[in-house]
């Protein structure tokens, strides 16, 4: 059960200090000289501490904050968190004000302070920002919440200090779905699953007893849509995360698949395969009309909108193998938009706009790439044996996707895996997902 | 001392070895163990049949789903049996390999399945009785990763459905 109204933000100081701070992180290159910094752990009184036991059954959720903080900044590859033994100076007092020689000395060049306590069923955290170099604070807020948000209250901090030092939004107060799976190659077990951004939190929202695929959040609300094949009959259907609830997506006499929200959350577009030939529909949620996008005897499908609404990106096959194209939303103007060599699929719309993200297979290799929406600047990020279906981190920085290894004769040593790789092609890494995984998506920020 | 002459006749050997490893190469794919002719699965295997003499698949090769001349015949089985078993309804499930997106993969299976079952009703099976299920690539039949495997995957399999 997610209760996004359930955590309130009372910023009651900011007193940045923009103008005079010395550090700062470009994010738009590969970043090979991560920023190092302190992540004190927050500070928490006896009394917080008995009430932290009663209440989270953990000792001192001011430093297993602090932990989730220094984890989200080391894995996004732009921080380098210093080791906590290395600190001279203890959380309360740094809090108060740093001395800024002793962080200096152990080649810090930002600290991150803070203080919780947990008192009548409410956990309230404060936390600062402050710039050794400069000697100054940078940033400073508070907020309360439930207890049982500690996590949660990890990822904001960690959002608001990557939005200070990089200039743009976070991603970490995030989650991800995705499909888990068990069991041999031919008879794979696979069900919906839901983790935060960091890999915790995993909770299974079917039971496996129908093959589930390509589930994809909405960007404005707790929706996902998702392909199952309940009954045998492949269909998109409409989950809200939330309530539990889901329905059908339309009346459709044949599979549809391939589904994804328009980036306004009010339409659903998929794929509809009648008589072998599949083509590109939308669906209003509203008033649940029914539009047929594509009319060709070729494959359409992987649509995917741009993020003002106007142009969508699919997957056809229409020059005899599957390339990339842009048309107008309501159909018009179809332009295929990759030219080189090898098979395209899978294209996604950043959500900045600028970019196109999709597969390619060439010459027995698969890669996730980018190209700009005219199909210029193709960029390939990582090669492998076999990778596919990325999306996008809600500020378009990160592409996770989903990456399966080889088997041999007898089927073994087949794994699929949640991969992750910065737009700059630098700091790919795995995903931990309690099992095999595969199919992510990435959802909006669920703060802001 | 004619340097550049052992280097050229050396160059040459390279050359020459780097041909005929590609021509083996060539070779093993298009005949492994005798069970594939271009990239489409001939083997019997992982066939059933849904009575004497009647297969119950048919192969496709990478990417297409246009059927061969052996896959026109195994239909041709089926839509006699088909026709002598009036009471009967089948579900034609099509598959795809591994080794493409899982959408794409999903239209694709769609499409085999319904080149098996255009056949059938040109051979004068109501279409009525034959339905079609897509599974993509989620179903495989053998679980390697090689060329053999993967054309075995490439499948319409005609399942009775009562």
């Not at chain 1, 989730?68 to 740094?94: C, M, T």
């Not at chain 1, 108060?96 to 020689?101: A, D, G, Q, V, Y």
């Not at chain 1, 210029?376 to 076999?386: A, C, D, F, V, W």
């Not at chain 2, 041709?76 to 089948?90: D, F, P």
Request: overall charge positive.
């Amino acid at each position: 059960m997610i209760r996004i109204v359930n955590l309130f933000f009372i910023i009651f100081f900011l007193l940045s200090a923009k103008a005079y701070s010395l550090i700062e992180i470009d994010i738009t290159r590969g970043n090979l000289d991560p920023l190092p910094i302190a992540v004190s752990p927050l500070f928490q009184d006896d009394s917080s501490k008995r009430n932290s036991i009663n209440e989270l059954k953990i000792e001192n959720v001011g430093s297993e904050i602090s932990l989730v903080v220094e984890n989200n900044l080391k894995i996004s590859g732009l921080f380098n968190p210093l080791n906590k033994e290395a600190f001279l100076q203890k959380p309360d007092i740094a809090h108060l004000k740093p001395r800024f020689e002793d962080w200096a000395l152990i080649k810090a060049q930002a600290l991150i302070t803070g203080k919780v306590t947990i008192e009548d069923k409410k956990l309230k955290v404060e936390f600062r920002l402050w710039d050794i170099l400069a000697g100054r604070e940078m940033m400073a807020l508070a907020f309360t919440t439930v207890p049982s948000n500690w996590r949660r209250v990890g990822h904001i901090i960690s959002d608001k200090v990557y939005e200070r030092l990089t200039g743009e939004k976070g991603y970490f107060d995030t989650r991800i779905i995705y499909v888990s799976e068990e069991g041999p190659k031919t008879a794979r077990v696979k069900k919906l699953a839901i983790m935060d951004q960091d890999g915790f939190n995993t909770k299974y929202l079917t039971l496996g007893n129908e093959l589930v695929l390509t589930p994809r959040f909405n960007p404005t609300s707790q929706m996902v849509t998702y392909l199952s094949y309940f009954k045998n009959l492949p269909r998109v259907y409409l989950l809200d995360i939330e309530t539990g609830t889901q329905e059908v997506v339309g009346d459709f006499p044949g599979m549809t698949f391939a589904p994804r929200f328009s980036p306004d959350g009010k339409k659903i577009i998929m794929s509809f395969a009648k008589d072998g030939n599949s083509d590109i529909y939308t669906m209003d949620l509203e008033n649940r009309i029914v539009e047929r996008i594509t009319n060709h005897p070729s494959i359409d499908t992987s649509p995917s909108y741009s993020p003002d609404n106007k142009f969508i990106t699919f997957n056809s096959d229409r020059s005899g193998f599957q390339q990339i194209y842009v048309m107008k939303s309501d159909g018009s103007n179809v332009k295929r938009i990759s030219f080189g060599k090898g098979l395209y699929g899978t294209p996604v719309w950043s959500p900045r706009g600028d970019l196109i993200a999709f597969t390619k297979l060439h010459k027995g290799k698969f890669y996730i790439g980018v190209m700009r929406t005219d199909g210029s600047g193709e960029r390939l990020l990582t090669e492998n044996y076999y990778q596919e279906a990325p999306s996008w981190s809600p500020n378009g920085r990160v592409l996770i996707f989903y990456r399966e290894t080889k088997s041999n004769d007898k089927g073994e040593g087949f794994s699929a895996k949640l991969w992750s790789i910065d737009l700059t092609g630098y700091n790919e890494r795995q995903v931990q997902t309690e099992t095999d995984a595969s199919d992510p998506s990435w959802s909006s920020l669920l703060s802001n | 001392m004619n340097f550049s002459k052992s280097f050229r006749n050396t160059f040459l050997v390279i050359l020459l070895s780097l041909i005929v490893s590609a021509c083996a190469t060539k070779k093993t794919t298009t005949t492994v163990e005798g069970q594939m002719q271009g990239d489409v699965y001939t083997g019997t295997d992982t066939v059933k049949y849904l009575a004497d003499g009647v297969p119950d698949r048919v192969f496709f090769a990478t990417n297409e789903s246009i059927l061969t001349t052996k896959s026109r015949d195994t239909l041709r089985k089926q839509a006699n049996w088909l026709r002598e078993n009036s009471s009967i309804n089948v579900v034609v499930e099509g598959h795809a390999d591994e080794r493409g997106t899982r959408e794409y993969n999903l239209a694709l299976g769609e499409r085999r399945a319904n080149a098996a079952k255009d056949y059938l009703i040109t051979y004068g099976i109501s279409a009525d009785r034959i339905s079609v299920i897509s599974y993509g690539k989620e179903r495989p039949v053998d679980s390697g990763s090689n060329p053999l495997s993967w054309s075995k995957n490439r499948r319409s399999v005609t399942v009775k459905a009562n």
